[in-house]
């Protein structure tokens, strides 16, 4: 069966200082993966997807970048934290085939002060 | 801009009622439609999803599709105190994007 991973759980970060949260998937080959961000009592804001190695598709404008170094593997970083960039960050994958559903990791909840 | 609207509630129901939650889109062209159930403070979890016109079931849960009307909804059946959650709608439009409301929150009451 199909896991998903994301690390870590929690997070407390200065304004200014750098953020790199991981992600990845296990049981499954050339996963779609996503980045989300949902502000507290928000919808999900989706920030980045990937169809693949080295593929990105950033879907906000803003300070903070995705990576997909390896096939089950997604990062998200920043090289430096706004306030606005607190809330609860959750990775997700699906098949490879439009339109299928999406199973969420179980998040990161950042924190910038 | 492609939108899913959801009342945000809360919903109060009584332990053993039926729940109805609806949603409606936007983009007529929409092809996937799915419903998640997210407790407070943990991440979305898969409940059902729905490609055809008409009713699924799965348990207690039936999902109902209008694509006519732009319409989708989410029946409980003998709604209990652990189905208090907040259920967020999500649409496909047909790449690989997938459209999250901003969810409405149920409150089942013992």
């Known amino acids: 069966s199909q896991t998903i991973h994301q690390w870590p759980a929690t997070l407390v970060q200065p304004v200014g200082s750098p953020l790199s949260l991981e992600c990845t998937v296990e049981?499954?080959?050339?996963?779609?993966l996503y980045w989300y961000r949902q502000a507290a009592g928000r919808g999900l804001q989706l920030l980045f997807y990937s169809v693949g190695i080295g593929q990105i598709s950033s879907e906000v404008p803003q300070n903070l970048s995705a990576s997909r170094p390896q096939d089950r593997q997604f990062i998200l970083s920043s090289k430096k934290l706004l306030l606005s960039d607190s809330g609860f960050y959750l990775c997700?994958?699906?098949?490879?085939?439009?339109?299928?559903?999406?199973?969420f990791g179980p998040g990161t909840r950042l924190t910038v002060l | 801009q492609k939108e899913v609207e959801q009342n945000s509630g809360p919903l109060s129901v009584p332990e053993g009622a039926i729940a109805s939650l609806n949603c409606t889109y936007s983009d007529r062209g929409s092809q996937s439609f799915f419903w998640y159930r997210q407790y407070s403070g943990k991440s979305p979890e898969l409940i059902m999803f729905i490609y055809s016109n008409g009713d699924k079931e799965d348990g207690r849960f039936t999902a109902q599709l209008n694509k006519a009307s732009q319409y989708v909804s989410l029946l409980i059946r003998d709604s209990q105190p652990s189905d208090s959650a907040t259920y967020l709608c999500a649409v496909n439009t047909g790449g690989f994007k997938t459209i999250f409301g901003a969810g409405t929150r149920l409150f089942v009451k013992a």
């Open positions: 049981g499954t080959s050339n996963p779609n």
């Open positions: 997700a994958w699906a098949y490879g085939r439009v339109g299928s559903e999406q199973f």
